[in-house]
């Protein structure tokens, strides 16, 4: 899902203040000196949270932090994870942290309550944060008060009940192209890359064909989505495969040496020499337990000799 992730993180570079509005349900206050804390500043671990934001409001200085969802969390419970990014952020930071998750799927964040609880007595712990689920915010609203930084969700918001799919979608990418945004390729692409979730690659492409000069643009845009989440899930698996590989590869050396050390203690000093270059050759772990064994047994070097060429070594 990183490049849904990676997306909806721009949105957040586009525009930052537009999410402390929603953050604070777009109500009239004073909000002042907000800035998107990037992922090169040492003072927070990006790879933990997705957006920090530093802001003043009435005066204070605060932190909003927002987690994007595409589906439900399918590792640590989201209640769970959010009470550990609120904890974190507070001790890094020592303000007031407004923490708010955000779900991008239709079906996604259904059963968030919203808080952690621990209810134990003369121990209870109790975070509180805000679960927004783009279907069930209203995207006309949003279109009307043409909010940069959110305007790439609307394909996901709940659309009025009297438009189809396909009009809602080219009314979306309508308002997007009417922004005066620095990078409108990239822009759209975000808005096209998110909407891929409820629709068809090929009919957002078309849209923002009639709709935009953009179609070449946005699917070359599409294709390097595509190859950064190939690059990404190919060095995942790498590392993956490694670390497999590295952790085989030790056990058959440690299981390699504990052999040649019972040679060398049970039965003659040059043992080891001996049996070690036919030893090398065998990957198979289960077969160098049953030599381990059979070295422990063995009274002579011809009783591990016999052992070693049951099997064909």
Known sequence: MANFDTASKKTAEISPKDFVDLCFGFETIDITDIELIQP???????????????????????????????????????????????IRLIETY????????IYLRPDAGRRDPGQFV??????????????????????????????????PFTPLMKRPIDIGAEAWLRRCVQTADSMNVENKTTYLGTLAVLGSLVYE????????SEETMERSSIAEHFAAEALQQGIEQGIEQGIEQGIEQGIEQGARERALKDILEVLTLRLKPYAATIFKPT?????DLDRL???HR?????????DFAQALTENGN
């Open 40 to 86: 090169e500043q040492p003072t927070v671990d990006m790879r933990q949270a997705d957006v920090v934001i530093t802001a003043e409001i009435g005066g204070r200085q605060v932190i909003v932090h927002f987690e994007f969802q595409t589906t439900d969390s399918s590792e640590t419970d989201m209640p769970l994870r959010m009470a550990g990014y609120i």
């Open 94 to 101: 020592g303000l007031e942290v407004y923490s708010n998750v």
């Open 118 to 151: 621990q209810d134990i007595a003369e121990h209870e712990v109790l975070t509180r944060y805000k679960v927004f689920r783009l279907i069930e915010m209203d995207g006309q609203s949003i279109l009307e008060a043409k909010p940069m930084g959110l305007l």
């Open 201 to 208: 690659s090929e009919m957002i492409l078309n849209v923002i």
């Open 279 to 283: 030893l090398e050759t065998i990957a």
């Open 289 to 291: 337990a049953q030599l």
């Open 294 to 302: 059979a070295a422990i047994l063995a009274e002579t070097l011809d």
